[in-house]
Every structure is written in structure tokens, then in C-alpha cells.
């Protein structure tokens, strides 16, 4: 706000002096001055989510984030840290136990998913889609791809989805649960973002 109106002071003084004196230097620096002003605050707004940490699901820019992202880095710090941690230690277990021609890991969300995409290149599957809600594969096809090999582990996400529940029903009967120790995670949260890991054997 100071930069805003103290260079849209300036210009306006100085454009009102070239009006008087018609020195073109006035006019110049004026120009310059009221350039300032008028540009200081969407720069200013486009550099927040470099400054401070966006919202990753629904990004934007402003302001605000300097209250709420900003604080966010450092109060989270600890959390996402041992969150990271625990992800690190899953996506290490599943690479080291894939097996050619199989996904590395099936989900329901594709946010459960999609850094094991980045890091490792390994095929992934997000059958519900970003929000979970989608129905891209049905038990019968579940039950095709395990004995074709397809899919051996599977991560049942705690933020879950609206999509086909027997999914998830039969992997909880039929699948053995991973015991969230063999990857650095807590035996009570599971492993990234409390999911919790299935192998078909």
C-alpha cells in the first residue's frame, strides 16, 4: 500500500508540474512513478505463491497466503516430515518388491498414487480417478488382473471415495494386510496419508 500510493502521489504531482513547467523530464519520471503504482500490487499478488506455500489441490494466488500458507510451512513441519518419511519407506518396500508386467501399486485416489508416478516411472493405478469417485474397475476385473499377475499390492486410502465399495470389501477379506513396520511407517496410521497396504499372494 505505501509503494502504491507513494509512487501514485509522486506521479500525479509530477504530471501535474509537466502540465505548468511542460519539461519532459517530468513527464517521463511521472510516467515511470504511476507505472510503479499501477503494477506494484498484481506483482506483488503473482509472487505469493512463490513466497509461501499455495494450496496444492486448488492453487491460487493472493495475499492471504502470506497468513495461512505461510504459517502452515512451519507449524506442518513436523508432520509432513514424518509423512514424507513413511511415504519414502512405501514407495522404497514397493520398488523393491515389483514385479515386471505388474502395476507397483493399485488405489483408489489418484493423489495416493501419483508421487510413486514421479519418482519411480513405474505404471500406477488410480482407478477412482482424482476424486475416488470414478468406476474405471469392477470386482470381476479386479479378481482378472490379480490372477494375471497385474496386481499384487494394493493401498486402501483413509480419505477412501465414493466409488465401488466391493473393491475395497474383497481386498480387505482376500488380500493380506502389510504390516506398516516393514516400510517405516506406524502400525496404527498405516503408511502414506494413513493408508493402509494389501498384498495378494
Same mark, same amino acid.
Given at each position: ?8 502521489? @509522486?506521479?500525479?504531482? @509530477? ?8 519539461? %519532459?523530464?517530468? @513527464? ?7 507505472? /510503479?503504482? +499501477?503494477?506494484? #500490487?498484481?506483482?506483488?499478488?503473482? @509472487?505469493?505463491? +512463490?513466497?509461501? $506455500? ?11 497466503? #502470506? ?27 514397493? /520398488? ?8 507397483? $501399486? /493399485?488405489?483408489? %485416489?489418484?493423489?495416493? /498414487? ?11 493405478? #488410480? ?18 488382473? +490379480?490372477? =494375471? ?8 486410502? &483413509? ?11 474383497? +481386498? =480387505? =477379506?482376500? #488380500?493380506?494386510? $502389510? ?7 506406524? &502400525? ?10 494389501? $498384498?495378494?499372494?
Amino acid at each position: 500500500v505505501p509503494v502504491i500510493a507513494g509512487f501514485g502521489l @509522486l506521479g500525479l504531482l @509530477l504530471l501535474g508540474a509537466y502540465f505548468f513547467t511542460k519539461k %519532459r523530464l517530468a @513527464l517521463v519520471i511521472s510516467t515511470a512513478a504511476l507505472l /510503479v503504482s +499501477v503494477l506494484a #500490487a498484481p506483482f506483488c499478488w503473482a @509472487l505469493t505463491p +512463490v513466497m509461501y $506455500v499455495p494450496n496444492a489441490t486448488l492453487p491460487y494466488a493472493g495475499p492471504e497466503l #502470506a497468513g495461512t500458507g505461510g504459517g502452515q510451512t512451519f507449524q506442518g513441519t513436523s508432520s509432513k516430515t514424518s509423512e514424507t518419511t513413511s511415504s519414502s519407506g512405501l514407495e522404497q518396500y514397493l /520398488v523393491k518388491n515389483y514385479k515386471e508386467g505388474s502395476f507397483l $501399486v /493399485v488405489s483408489q %485416489r489418484s493423489s495416493d /498414487v501419483a508421487q510413486f508416478i514421479i519418482d519411480t516411472g513405474l505404471p500406477c493405478y #488410480a482407478y477412482g480417478g482424482f476424486l475416488g469417485s470414478d468406476n474405471s474397475l469392477t470386482l470381476d476385473k479386479l479378481k482378472e488382473y +490379480v490372477s =494375471e499377475g497385474k496386481i499384487t499390492y494394493f493401498l486402501v486410502s &483413509s480419505e477412501g471415495g465414493s466409488g465401488n465399495s466391493d473393491i475395497i470389501s474383497y +481386498v =480387505e =477379506e482376500n #488380500a493380506t494386510k $502389510v504390516d506398516a513396520s516393514e516400510y517405516g511407517g506406524s &502400525s496404527t496410521s498405516g503408511g502414506q496419508t494413513g493408508g493402509t497396504l494389501y $498384498v495378494f499372494q
